[in-house]
């Protein structure tokens, strides 16, 4: 399934069953994302944020979810989850901007029995969404995008000019 960029760039995944613990996702046709900016949100809580060859981690997911950042010049922005648990069920949105073009994809990372997952043993997997996010929901994405930047900026002992162009931008309401 993908989602398209203007008919240029598209986020591909798998129409396969995922069962492991990476939500695999890749650009297609395939192009580096490596000086794109990515987003990864689960609901509306920013997992990560990727722009200007920095990663910044959610608070509440540092060494929990992470961007698969070696692999973006091959275009892959697959989110790796350490540890899986049951409170990694939900819904994943995966946004993608180059200049002023983004594509973006929702994938769900279900918990079911086995007797309703076909053919698999697994209790968690991955299927594509067709949620369609709020307004509001997307306000709380961005600020949930501006808190990981700041939060990084007060944990650095680095100057500030090296997160420097890394702003989340909020959504006008219309």
């Not at 697959?78 to 995966?94: F, I, P, T």
Request: proline share 3%; charged share 30%; hydrophobic share 35%.
């Amino acid at each position: 399934m993908m989602a398209q960029i203007n008919n240029e760039i598209k986020i591909a995944f798998p129409e396969e069953f995922q069962s492991d613990s990476t939500i695999q996702c890749h650009l297609s046709p395939e192009i580096s994302a490596v000086d794109m900016e990515i987003r990864w949100f689960k609901e509306t809580d920013c997992v990560c944020f990727y722009k200007n060859r920095r990663l910044i981690e959610g608070e509440s997911y540092e060494g929990i979810m992470s961007l698969c950042i070696e692999n973006l010049e091959r275009g892959i922005v697959s989110l790796q989850l350490q540890d899986v648990r049951e409170s990694h069920v939900g819904d994943y949105l995966c946004q993608v901007t180059s200049e002023d073009r983004t594509a973006e994809i929702t994938i769900r990372k279900s918990s079911k029995s086995n007797d309703e997952v076909p053919q698999q043993t697994t209790k968690q997997w991955f299927i594509k969404s067709a949620r369609t996010w709020t307004n509001e929901e997307r306000i709380k994405m961005a600020n949930s995008a501006l808190l990981a930047v700041f939060n990084k900026l007060e944990k650095s002992d680095a100057p500030k000019e090296d997160l420097q162009g890394v702003i989340a931008t909020v959504p006008r309401q219309t």
